[in-house]
């Protein structure tokens, strides 16, 4: 069978039914889109926080007051080194067993360990801090284990199902493999009972559970928004990976239990969930919070204020970090508001494209994984900062302070354009030429015309179909 299309043809001269085919360059431009489109995303992101730090923080008793700006800027330059290393990095060195296993026990004893020797702020211990001279800088362990459980996931579930090869035997003959077959049995005995399998209850199930469990209720005593997010993305990429939808309702009374426990049973937790009920019947008390950032967003108007001209935000607690984009709103109105929201969308999607182009499974969990972070943590901030979710204590991703959120976001936004560059580069591998699914089989070789083609003339791709022996 031969197939012919002109270079320069584009999408004319498909025929019906079928997918046109692109010129090389078109699909070389196409490629590089992603990677390049999430990094601007990112860095418009990054300049949105910082200017918008640096007018939060300025406070009306002392005009020249920008600590958090000058603390923030420091972290910039790092978050984006820590981008474009991991945008650098192959991700396909994390499928590893030791580093995913090293990654979350790291993670599990830095939550462990913060619970003894943290220091305690606002009435939760949740940092530990590191002094540096005169500069006192924190660690919030509860932003690692974000990334940290996505990594250890998206390598248990993306262990290759099934009896695993003998890696070890290395045979000359038929006898030789078979001894050695023979001598490590027991070793591929113990590989196919620890292999993972989403949908089985004992190889799949249990061991995710038990690590979203561990490393939820070692989060939930101090930050119960925290834990909430990793409980939901875990779920989420757990069910994407190929759990059975009946999965999570088998823990369905302990999260009830736990529930009780962590709110119902605790006065400030229950408060807030009253305050979300009528925020304005707690002005005075636990509704300050949300009442005052739903005064500074509409105060903002539909142009906002002006930056650094917004006078709400002086009542805002938490005004840089929580609550960074009611002062958005205050100072650059909707049309703010909605630049912040058109942005995430903008990465929302590219990175979905990136998961359904991702090369392989690691890559596509990974992905899946890192999407999901950012995009709901996104989406619980501004819950919050609205009114339409309970207070919790959450991030607006790659604007609020916070030097471990800023850096550790912009890591995981790296290994979304890994994979991203890992799927384009995979795409330009691929042969220019349409081939019929029904066919795609029977494809075993591609030659191409001459670069030279005369004008005028088809550039000819010969498609060889496989001999029943399976050589061309």
């Known amino acids: 069978m031969t197939v012919s299309a002109h270079p320069a043809a584009g999408f004319a001269g498909a025929k019906p039914g079928e997918t046109p085919m692109l010129p090389a360059t078109a699909r070389r431009d196409r490629a590089l889109t992603e990677p390049v489109v999430l990094f601007l995303v990112v860095l418009a992101l990054m300049t949105i926080g910082i200017l918008m730090v640096y007018s939060a923080s300025r406070k009306a008793y002392a005009a020249g007051d920008t600590w958090y700006f000058t603390k923030h800027l420091m972290f910039v330059p790092i978050a984006i080194g820590a981008m474009v290393l991991a945008s ?42 590191i002094p540096l001279g005169s500069l006192r800088l924190s660690l919030q362990p509860s932003e690692f284990a974000k990334l940290g459980l996505v990594l250890f996931l998206a390598w248990f579930f993306a262990q290759p199902r099934g009896d695993p090869p003998f890696d ?33 209850l004992l190889k799949g199930f249990l061991p995710a559970m038990m690590a979203i469990g561990l490393v939820g209720v070692l989060i939930v005593k ?72 739903l005064m500074g967003i509409g105060s903002g108007g539909v142009a906002g204020t002006g930056l650094g001209a ?107 354009i890994s994979v991203a560059r890992a799927s384009a580069a995979a795409r330009q591998s691929q042969p220019l030429v349409y081939v019929p699914p029904a066919r795609q089989d029977a494809v075993v070789r591609v030659q191409t015309a001459p670069a030279a083609a005369p004008q005028g003339e088809t550039a000819r791709l010969d498609i060889k179909e496989a001999e029943p022996d399976g050589h061309a």
Not at 120 to 125: C, F, P, Q, V
Not at 168 to 197: G, P, Y
Not at 234 to 251: C, D, E, K, M, S
Request: include cysteine; proline fraction near 4%.
């Open 88 to 129: 650098w990095m192959p991700y396909g060195r994390l499928n590893r067993r030791w580093i995913a296993l090293g990654v979350f026990g790291a993670t599990v004893a830095l939550l462990a360990a913060v619970l003894v020797f943290g220091i305690e702020r606002g009435g939760a211990r949740r940092w530990f801090e």
């Open 168 to 200: 070890r035997i290395r045979a000359v003959n038929e006898v030789e493999r078979q001894h050695t077959a023979s001598r490590w049995r027991w070793l591929a005995w113990i590989k196919r009972r620890l292999v993972a399998d989403p949908r089985s």
């Open 222 to 293: 101090e930050d119960f928004g925290t834990a909430a997010l990793v409980g939901l993305v875990a779920t989420a990429l757990a069910l994407i990976a190929g759990w059975r939808w009946w999965f999570p309702l088998l823990v369905a009374v302990p999260g009830a239990l736990g529930f009780y426990f962590t709110v119902v049973q605790v006065p400030y937790r229950m408060e807030r969930l009253k305050v979300w009920w009528d925020p304005w019947q707690y002005i005075d008390g636990a509704g300050w919070h949300v009442c005052q950032s």
């Open 310 to 416: 917004g006078t709400q935000k002086l009542y805002i607690p938490e005004n840089t970090t929580d609550f960074i984009f009611a002062v958005i709103c205050e100072e650059m109105g909707v049309l703010g508001g909605l630049l912040v929201l058109g942005l995430f969308g903008v990465f929302v999607w590219r990175a979905g494209r990136v998961v359904r182009s991702a090369p392989d499974r690691f890559g596509f969990l990974l992905a899946s994984g890192i999407l999901l972070v950012i995009g709901l943590q996104a989406c619980l901030n501004m819950g919050v900062v609205t009114g339409a979710l309970p207070a919790k204590g959450i991030s607006l991703p790659f604007i609020s302070y916070g030097g471990s959120g800023l850096v550790m976001m912009s890591f995981a936004a790296g290994l979304l």
